[in-house]
């Protein structure tokens, strides 16, 4: 039975590969864990710039080793006799679906295709204070897609009101566009425990779902 060691390592986010080692999603450390002990996945892990791959059984017996030698470069939960590390990718032995073609379009994406930045002011600021504009209103035949959303403060969009940037004398930073992959992975990649994501996300068709 495992339990979190620290509250926060069941909520850890891991790589998911298909059996061609293609990345097809990211799921939660609980999930992971689910499919690994029933034998649907195994661990992809990187040691010393080599990858290698553990069945759950073997990747428990490895932990011990990392936990003793290597306990900073984990996230642990516990067992009732041993440490185990949350894996940071795992292979599915059983699915050979592709990749979705194209990239969600939904609010979270869109923050993060925008990096939480009023794209009228280049201010950043939280989500909940942040608002999705449209750049050229509905009222004007505006419509709710890639090129025509973005993220914009409350003062920003007040003051854009229901125009377009030209009519209220302001000025887009970056033109919005359809992302070529899932803009979110970018906020993985900058976290160190995610840096082995890498190899498996530099295509652009590699578009990876969020849990």
Known sequence: ???????????????????HYMAVRIIGARRAFSLLSRELAEV???????YANYNFQNWCEVSRFKHQFQPDEHDWVSTVNFYVAVPKIIRLLFYD???????KFNRRNIYARDSNKCQYCGKEFATNELSLDHVVPRS?????????IVCACTACNIKKGGR???????KLITKPVRPNRNPAIHVHLTQTRYRTWKQFLDNAYWSVELK
């Open 44 to 50: 992809v892990s990187c040691e010393e710039g080599i």
């Open 1 to 19: 039975m495992i339990s979190g060691h620290y509250s926060s390592a069941l909520d850890c986010n891991v790589l998911v590969l298909n059996k």
């Open 164 to 170: 377009t940037p030209q009519q209220s004398g302001m």
């Open 97 to 103: 679906r592709l990749p979705r073609s194209q990239v």
């Open 140 to 148: 004007q035949g505006g419509q709710s897609s890639w090129d025509n």
